[in-house]
């Protein structure tokens, strides 16, 4: 169910089970978990420089695979805590910057899987919520969060209580994710800019990301954020990387950047 390609430097992760719509059984968590550990283990050797992850078939990720699941013996702790938040912490640290295409279905820990992505691109079909109500569950994979943050309190618990769903559009527009697609360029037009990016100072944007997650999680205010911000420029400007950006912008070419 899970695939992973690595070529000119990027990773591509697909979840490939249209027929459940990519939704994400235990066996599923385990695959994606060891396709990230395989694209973390090239990142190492310098073989990828960005990942894309994404589904196909009409939706990027329904949530949890629960068609076999007796509601009696069901083990949600162990699902959640013992497979599903090890594996979104792993994605939020992979060692290049990361890239989601949204499209569909993007429900339960499909959502919480866009959470652990840095960059997301949705199309217009996309759509985001918490369809809980109707099982009789509540919303997971860090969704109360970022629905709070994002939307605030009152727009959160109006998802959850009435399980309605908002667009692709809608979700952008209100700030959740980054930008919105035609769904037939959201593909396309994502490849593009991750081959961008694979092709820039990798640990420049590394430096970048740690520095947004200190600030997201630890509150950093403006001038710790600085002071933070000009210790990694200082590491940067010993970089070969730093020194080529340099170079290129004084002879006026476009500059080839190792990673």
Not at 76 to 104: I, S
Not at 106 to 133: I, R
Request: charged share 25%; glycine share 10%; aromatic share 8%.
């Amino acid at each position: 169910m899970i695939e992973l390609s690595i070529a000119n430097g990027i990773a591509e992760i697909v979840l490939n089970a249209p027929e459940k719509l990519n939704s994400l059984d235990e066996a599923a968590l385990a695959e994606l978990d060891r396709a990230y550990d395989d694209a973390a283990a090239a990142a190492s050797r310098g073989m990828v420089r960005a990942l894309l992850l994404r589904g196909e078939g009409r939706a990027f990720c329904a949530g949890r695979d629960i068609a076999g699941v007796t509601p009696e013996s069901d083990d949600a702790k162990a699902y959640l805590n013992g497979l599903v938040e090890p594996l979104l912490k792993k994605m939020a640290a992979f060692p290049a910057p990361t890239f989601a295409a949204a499209h569909g279905a993007c429900l339960g820990v499909g959502l919480g899987l866009l959470l652990a992505t840095d960059v997301v691109y949705v199309a217009e079909n996309a759509k985001f919520g918490s369809p809980f109500a109707k099982l009789g569950a509540t919303l997971d994979s860090g969704g109360h969060w970022y629905f709070t943050e994002r939307l605030g309190m009152h727009r959160t618990l109006d998802l959850i209580y009435t399980a309605d769903l908002i667009s692709g559009a809608e979700a952008v527009a209100l700030g959740m994710f980054s930008r919105v697609m035609l769904d037939d360029d959201l593909l396309p037009g994502t490849r593009a800019i991750v081959e961008r990016v694979a092709a820039g100072a990798t640990g420049a944007f590394l430096a970048s990301k740690q520095l947004v997650a200190d600030i997201r999680d630890q509150r950093l205010g403006l001038w710790a954020s600085m002071s933070e911000e000009n210790k990694e420029q200082a590491r940067l400007c010993k970089t070969e990387d730093y020194a080529e950006g340099f170079r290129a912008f004084q002879e006026k070419r476009a500059p080839v950047f190792k990673g």
